[in-house]
């Protein structure tokens, strides 16, 4: 039988254990390190729900083992994304080991961690229309359901007490979320430690107003990005920088409240944000420090632009059951006209920025010069020289009519079909309609009254143009084989 040897990984492992033991055997110092310590705090959130604080204290670390404690800390802390080092000797300061503590000072949990132990119960007593304190030694055998005494030889339940006296506070409770770290300090005197870490509950989404002029041609474009902090902390005077993008995580998503803010049109504004590609991600650092404090939704302009060229389109689309079988041939059916705004997204068009995902609502001017709502959409994230297609709702003075005027089946798997769809403009300008047609299939237009044109391999579009208080009548012929 071959004799197995100790391996490498068993050797680092007796010499860690070791390490460690021998530096928990010494005497150690503890240090306390607040906010009040902060020399830069940077903050970078993800429109996924989580965020990368980058926390650099000023502290003073004697030399030998260390408890440091690192308070003022986000209460959503993911232990595993926690690192710590030094900025000014990062080699003689060692972690040998480090602790997020969440178990936070309570009077229930300060109670629970006195089971086993003897207690001052305070009583006040009425005598005689006069009170009095009356303190009563108890041990608190146990605090499940309700706490359970012993006072000399009898245990008692239900007594209670108008406060307890403790006789000091248990080290392993802490008055708000802590960063602990035991290192090995071999740099005695003043440091700047940098310690980082993930938390959640901290999100940011954007939000847009794009103010259409009163020609309907040209469009001033105001953007907002919504921070909003729960993550248990406030970041005061933070450098905050957002990312945009479709972040991988290996953890399960987390449901999360939804927030959404009213916004008016805004005066245009220098842009606050500097932008810069990053991976496969847009980075968008804001120029100056800013407070995000906790339980806070925050808004911050993002961009703005005057005078982006816009165009608006009429759309009618089909489905495509409609080639399937007959549809009631000769019975009209309303279809709604949709009606989008699109404008490029390019500098020639004062914009060329990169659009995070987010709501874009739509105001117009009335006859008097107010701003009214006039719809709204979401787009995705959006690059720079692509085109934004915002769907704000139904036209009013635009109705469309569709009927199916002929079905005929050519074989088992071959039919004909007839539609029909009339306009009538009510406005007082001319309009053009795409009417977009999912026909499927194998197919070939018989015939058509406006030209068309292929726009997938299972789809036509046709353009209508129709004049100002008056109609137009589109009559197609469609043949179909599967």
Do not use: C
Not at 348 to 364: D, K
Not at 406 to 432: A, C, W
Request: glycine share 6%; no cysteine; proline share 5%.
């Amino acid at each position: 039988m071959m004799k197995q040897y100790p391996t490498l990984r068993f050797f680092v492992a007796i010499v860690l254990s070791t390490w460690i033991g021998a530096a928990k055997s010494r005497a150690q110092t503890t240090v306390t390190s607040t906010e009040q310590d902060q020399k830069e705090l940077a903050v970078t959130v993800y429109n996924s729900n989580v965020a990368l604080v980058r926390d650099v204290r000023r502290v003073r670390l004697p030399e030998g083992p260390i408890d440091l404690r690192y308070m003022d800390i986000a209460a959503q802390v993911n232990p595993a994304a926690v690192h710590i080092v030094s900025l000014t000797a990062p080699k003689d300061l060692t972690v040998l080991e480090q602790d997020y503590e969440y178990d936070l000072l309570s009077p229930q949990k300060l109670l629970q961690k006195y089971v086993g132990k003897e207690l001052t119960l305070i009583r006040v007593i009425t005598e005689n229309n006069s009170t009095r304190e009356v303190p009563v030694k108890a041990v608190l055998l146990a605090d499940n359901e309700g706490p359970v005494w012993k006072v000399r030889n009898e245990i008692i339940t239900g007594m209670g007490a108008d406060r307890y006296e403790f006789p000091d506070l248990p080290e392993n409770l802490y008055s708000k979320p802590t960063l602990v770290w035991l290192l090995d300090n071999r740099h005695g005197g003043d440091q700047t430690v940098e310690a980082s870490y993930l938390t959640n509950q901290i999100n940011w989404s954007s939000d847009y107003v794009l103010t259409v002029h009163s020609d309907q041609k040209a469009a001033d474009l105001n953007g907002w990005v919504t921070v909003v902090n729960q993550s248990g902390a406030s970041f005061r005077n933070a450098q905050l920088q957002l990312v945009a993008g479709e972040l991988n995580r290996v953890t399960q998503p987390r449901s999360r409240a939804m927030y959404e803010m009213s916004m008016k049109a805004a005066v245009a504004a220098p842009a606050q944000f500097e932008q810069e590609a990053i991976s496969e991600y847009h980075l968008y650092t804001l120029q100056r420090s800013t407070n995000i404090r906790e339980n806070e939704t925050k808004q911050i302009s993002l961009l703005a632009a005057a005078g982006a060229a816009v165009e608006k389109v009429f759309e009618v689309d089909g489905q495509s059951y409609y080639y399937q079988n007959a549809q009631s041939p000769g019975q009209p059916t309303k279809e709604p006209v949709k009606v989008f705004i699109n404008f490029k997204n390019s500098e020639g068009n004062s914009l060329g920025v990169p659009l995070p995902a987010g709501t874009v609502r739509v105001y117009q001017g009335d006859s008097k010069g107010r701003v009214q709502f006039i719809g709204e959409d979401r787009i995705d994230h959006t690059p720079k020289d692509e085109t934004v297609s915002l769907h704000i709702g139904n036209a009013f003075d635009i109705v469309a009519e569709r009927k199916q005027t002929d079905f005929q089946r050519l074989g088992s798997h071959s039919v004909e079909v007839e539609y029909e769809i009339s306009f009538r403009n009510h406005k007082p300008d001319p309009i053009t309609v795409l009417v977009n047609e999912p026909i499927g299939g194998d197919w070939s237009m018989v015939n058509s009254t406006f030209k068309f044109e292929k726009t997938a391999a299972f789809a036509a579009r046709f353009t209508v143009p129709v004049a100002a208080n008056s109609g137009s009548i589109l009559k197609y012929r469609a043949r179909i084989h599967w």
